[in-house]
């Protein structure tokens, strides 16, 4: 079955920087186009970054663009999200997910705080 787990989270001071890393298995890796969410206390799941099949093309939201990097590394089936600049307001669950199969793995806790 579809397994993604995100790792990476911790605490970190504003301005720091986290890399998060999501391992997939279940299903090709290199035939889906993935997505990193993030949850914050109180909100809805929203979407934050997205990755085509062969990385050749990226999207983001406008609150995370320019700080935050979205990549993959087809041959080890894992996702990364390079988090730079970080914010207070970033503080959220990370999620990733198949922008096109059903399924969350746990997240990844980020707190930016000092």
């Known amino acids: 079955q579809v397994q993604l787990v995100e790792s990476g989270g911790g605490l970190v001071q504003p301005g720091g920087s986290l890399r998060l890393s999501c391992a997939v298995s279940?299903?090709?890796?290199?035939?889906?186009?993935m997505t990193w969410y993030r949850q914050a206390p109180g909100k809805e799941r929203t979407l934050i970054a997205t990755?085509?099949?062969?990385?050749?093309?990226?999207s983001y939201a406008d609150s995370v663009k320019g700080r935050f990097t979205i990549s993959r590394d087809n041959a080890k089936n894992t996702l990364y999200l390079q988090m730079n600049n970080l914010k207070p307001e970033d503080t959220a669950v990370y999620y990733c997910?198949?922008?096109?199969?059903?399924?969350w793995g746990p997240g990844t806790q980020v707190t930016v705080s000092s």
């Open positions: 997910k198949a922008l096109t199969r059903p399924g």
């Open positions: 279940g299903f090709t890796f290199s035939s889906a186009a």
């Open positions: 990755i085509t099949t062969a990385a050749d093309i990226t």
